[in-house]
C-alpha cells in the first residue's frame, strides 16, 4: 500500500519536473518522483489530469497519487461485485430445481427437505428476465439465455483468477508454464474424451483435465528442480509431449469409439463450450484460488522477488513453487473453456505486462492486472457477440491493445521501468 | 554464550570440484567477520553453507546453537545477496514494499498490522532513505538498493546481518557511507558476516577476518591476519589481491 502522505514533502518547487532523471541523489529523489507519480497518475487514469498539471505542488501530488490509488480500489471493488454476482448466478443454476431431478434420489430429498429449489430457481428466473431486458435495450438476443449468462460468468471470473495468478508467474519469469499446462490440460481432456466414450459420464471432462494438468503441473516441478541448468528445456519437452500424447490418444480413441465432442472447440475456445458444471467448476476454483492468494500473497511475493532472501528467511519456498504452479494448472483448465489451449496463457500473461508498464508498485501491479484482465474479457466477449467471431481470440486481440496503450502511456510520461 | 554461527569441519565440492575443505570456524554474537580470499575460493559458497542455503557434503553447521537444517527462526538473519536480488531490477516493487517483506517471516500468514508498518518506517529511517520509500527498487542507485535490503534485514530484526560483496558497482563515496552505516548497525550490537573482494575496505572495518581458499588460511583479529602472510599464501594459488589503500 502506498502511503506518501506520511511523508513530508518539503521541497515545493519540484513539482514541474517533467522527468525522473535516475539521478543519485538523496534528499530530492522523492520529490522528483512525486512529481512523476503525480503526472503517471493523471494519465494513467484519465481523470485528474487538470490537478496534475495546474497545481504543481508537491501536496497535489500527494492528493493525487491518493486518487489514483481509490480508482483503482474503486476499479477492483467493481470487479469484486461482478464475479460475486457471477459466483451467485452459478450457485443458483445449480441450485435450483433441474429438470429430470426426480431420477436422482438424493438430489429430490434435498429439494424437498430443504426446499432451496423454489427460491433458487425464483432468483434464476429473474437473472434471465434481467437479461431480456438488457437484450431490449442493447437490441441484442444474448442475455435472455442461460447459456449466455454461464458463459460470461465465466468469463468474469477467468479474468480475476488468470491476471491474479499470472501476476506472480509473469515476475518468476514463468510465463511459459501456463502455455504448457495448457498443453498437458488438452492431454487431460483427451483422456477425459477417452473416459466418457467408455462410462458415459460427461460432467467428468474438466475434472479428469483438471486432474492431468495437476499431475503435469507438479511434473513439470519435479523437472526444473532437477534439471536447473537447461532452464526451458524441460518445458518446452513437457509442452510438446503432452500434446502429442493428447492427439495420439483422441486418434486412437475415434478408431473405435464414438467421441462426441468437438475437440476443436478446445483448441481455440468457444462460447458453446462452457457447460454448467465447466462454469461451477470455475466458480469453486475461483473462491480457493482468491482464498489461497489472499493467504499467500506475501510469502509468494517474498519469493518472487527474492528468492533467496526468501530461502534465508525460512520460507518454504519450494511448497510455495508447487501452490503456485498447482494454482496455475488449475486456472488453465478453468480458462480453457473460454479461450482455448492455445490462447489460455495470453490471459496469464498479457494483463500484468501492461500492469507493470505502468504500475508503481507490486500491489498495484495486482490491481492493475485484475483491472486490464476484466477489461480484456469483457471488450473481448462484445467483440466476438457483435462480429460473430470466436472468443478467444478476440479477448487476447483486446488484451493486447491494453497492453500497446500501456506502453503508449508509460512512454509518454518518461517511463515508470527503467531498462537497465 | 551461544555462538551465532558455529562451522565445523565443513566440506562442499560442486560435483568433482572441491569448494571448501574442512573448513571450521566460529562467529560469536558481535563480530563483524570479514570473509576474503580470491575469485572462486568459496566464500560465498561457505556462507550459503553457514546460512543453510547449501547442504555440506561433510560437517555440521549451527545457526544460533541449532542444527541449521532444523533451524527456523528465518527472522534473525537478513540476507543481500551479490545480485541483491534477481527481479529487483523489473519488478515493480516500491522500496517501503521490499523492507515490509523484513516482517513476512514475523507475521506468517496473518495480516501486516499498524506495528509492522511502524517498524518498516523505523527501518527506512535508520538506513537514510526514508525519502525514497515510494520509489521504485529498480530507481534506485547501487548504493540506495542495498540500503534498502539492509532497511529489511533491520525491519525483521535480524540479529546477523550477512552480505555477499555488496557494494559491488557502487560508486567510493556511496560505498564509504554504505560502511559507516555497517559500522553503526555493529556497534549496536548486530552481528555481521561480510564477503569483499576488497581487502582494504574489510581490513578497515572488521574486526575479525576469515580468509579462505577452499581450505581456511586464517581466522582471528584483523591485527594478526594483517601481520600474518596468510593473505599471500591463499591468493598465491590462484589469484592476485585485489587491494584499495584508503
Known amino acids: 500500500m502506498t502511503e506518501n502522505e506520511d511523508h513530508d514533502h518539503t521541497h515545493d518547487d519540484h513539482g514541474d519536473h517533467a522527468h525522473d532523471d535516475h539521478g543519485h541523489g538523496h534528499a530530492d529523489d522523492a520529490s522528483d518522483a512525486t512529481a512523476v507519480d503525480g503526472g503517471i497518475a493523471s494519465h494513467g487514469t484519465g481523470i485528474d489530469t487538470d490537478t496534475a498539471t495546474t497545481a504543481p505542488t508537491s501536496s497535489s501530488a500527494v492528493r493525487t497519487t491518493d486518487l489514483r490509488e481509490r480508482v483503482q480500489l474503486v476499479g477492483v471493488a467493481l470487479v469484486g461485485l461482478l464475479a460475486a454476482a457471477m459466483i451467485g448466478f452459478i450457485a443458483l443454476d445449480w441450485l435450483r430445481r433441474y429438470p429430470g431431478a426426480e431420477a436422482f434420489g438424493p438430489l429430490e430429498t434435498f429439494y424437498t427437505t430443504t426446499g432451496i429449489d423454489p427460491a433458487a430457481g425464483y432468483l434464476f428466473e429473474q437473472f434471465l428476465i434481467a437479461g431480456a431486458w438488457f437484450d431490449y435495450f442493447l437490441g441484442t438476443e444474448l442475455f435472455q439465455y442461460a447459456f449466455m449468462w454461464r458463459n460470461l460468468a465465466t468469463g468474469v471470473l477467468i479474468g480475476v483468477v488468470a491476471p491474479l495468478v499470472g501476476t506472480y508467474l509473469v515476475h518468476r519469469q514463468m510465463a511459459l508454464i501456463g502455455e504448457t499446462l495448457a498443453h498437458t490440460a488438452f492431454a487431460g481432456v483427451a483422456v477425459g474424451l477417452l473416459f466418457i466414450a467408455v462410462t458415459g459420464w460427461e460432467g467428468a471432462l474438466l475434472y479428469i483435465a483438471l486432474l492431468v494438468s495437476v499431475i503435469g503441473a507438479l ?178 486481440v483486446v488484451a493486447i491493445a491494453i497492453y500497446l496503450l500501456a506502453i503508449a502511456v508509460s512512454d509518454r510520461t518518461g517511463g515508470t521501468i527503467s531498462v537497465h | 554464550m551461544k555462538s551465532v554461527v558455529d562451522v565445523h569441519d565443513v566440506s562442499f565440492a560442486y560435483g568433482d570440484s572441491p569448494a571448501l575443505e574442512d573448513v571450521s570456524l566460529t562467529v560469536e554474537k558481535g563480530d563483524f567477520l570479514g570473509l576474503v580470499g580470491p575469485n572462486g575460493s568459496g566464500k560465498t559458497t561457505l556462507l ?190 590462484t589469484g592476485e589481491v585485489v587491494h584499495h589503500h584508503h
Open chain 1, 219 to 396: 511434473g513439470v516441478q519435479w523437472l526444473t528442480e532437477r534439471t536447473n541448468s537447461f532452464g526451458d528445456v524441460p518445458i518446452a519437452i513437457m509442452l510438446t509431449g503432452s500434446f502429442a500424447v493428447g492427439t495420439l490418444l483422441i486418434s486412437w480413441g475415434r478408431g473405435f469409439m464414438s467421441i462426441g465432442i468437438e475437440i476443436e472447440e478446445f483448441l481455440f475456445g468457444s462460447l458453446s463450450v462452457v457447460s454448467a458444471s465447466g462454469s461451477r467448476l470455475m466458480a469453486m476454483l475461483t473462491v480457493g484460488v482468491v482464498a489461497v492468494v489472499a493467504v499467500t500473497y506475501k510469502q509468494l511475493l517474498f519469493i518472487t522477488f527474492d528468492e533467496q532472501a526468501a530461502r534465508v528467511a525460512r520460507l518454504n519456498v519450494s511448497a510455495y513453487n508447487t501452490l503456485l504452479i498447482v494454482m496455475t494448472a488449475v486456472v488453465v483448465v478453468g480458462a480453457m473453456q473460454v479461450l482455448g489451449v492455445i490462447l489460455v496463457a495470453g490471459m496469464l500473461v498479457i494483463p500484468v505486462a501492461a500492469a507493470s508498464q505502468i504500475a508503481r508498485s507490486f500491489r498495484e501491479t495486482l490491481y492493475l492486472s485484475i483491472l486490464f484482465g476484466q477489461l480484456s474479457i469483457l471488450g473481448g466477449y462484445t467483440f466476438a457477440l457483435s462480429q460473430s467471431l470466436p472468443s478467444g481470440g478476440s479477448i487476447i
Open chain 2, 48 to 237: 550459503h553453507v553457514m546460512l543453510g542455503l547449501l547442504e555440506p557434503d561433510t560437517g555440521t553447521v549451527e545457526l544460533f546453537g541449532q542444527p541449521v537444517d532444523s533451524f527456523d527462526e528465518g527472522e534473525r538473519i537478513g540476507y543481500v545477496s551479490q545480485k541483491a536480488t534477481d527481479r529487483g531490477g523489473t519488478m515493480p516493487v516500491t522500496v517501503r514494499e521490499c523492507v515490509l517483506m523484513g516482517r513476512f517471516a514475523h507475521v506468517g500468514h496473518g495480516r501486516i498490522g499498524d506495528e509492522d508498518r511502524l517498524i518498516t518506517e523505523d527501518a527506512l529511517e535508520t538506513v537514510g532513505i526514508a525519502d525514497l520509500a515510494d520509489q521504485q527498487m529498480n530507481q534506485l542507485s547501487g548504493g540506495q538498493r542495498q540500503r534498502a535490503y539492509i532497511a529489511r534485514a533491520l525491519a525483521s530484526e535480524a540479529d546477523l546481518l550477512a552480505l555477499d560483496e555488496p557494494t559491488v558497482g557502487v560508486d567510493a563515496e556511496s560505498r564509504d557511507e554504505f560502511y559507516r552505516l555497517l559500522d553503526s548497525l555493529n556497534r549496536s550490537g548486530i552481528t555481521i558476516i561480510l564477503i569483499e573482494h576488497d581487502i582494504g575496505v574489510v581490513t578497515d572495518r572488521a574486526g575479525r577476518i576469515a580468509c579462505i581458499n577452499t581450505e581456511l588460511y586464517h581466522h582471528g583479529d584483523t591485527e594478526s591476519f594483517v601481520e600474518s602472510n596468510a593473505l599471500s599464501e591463499a591468493y598465491g594459488k
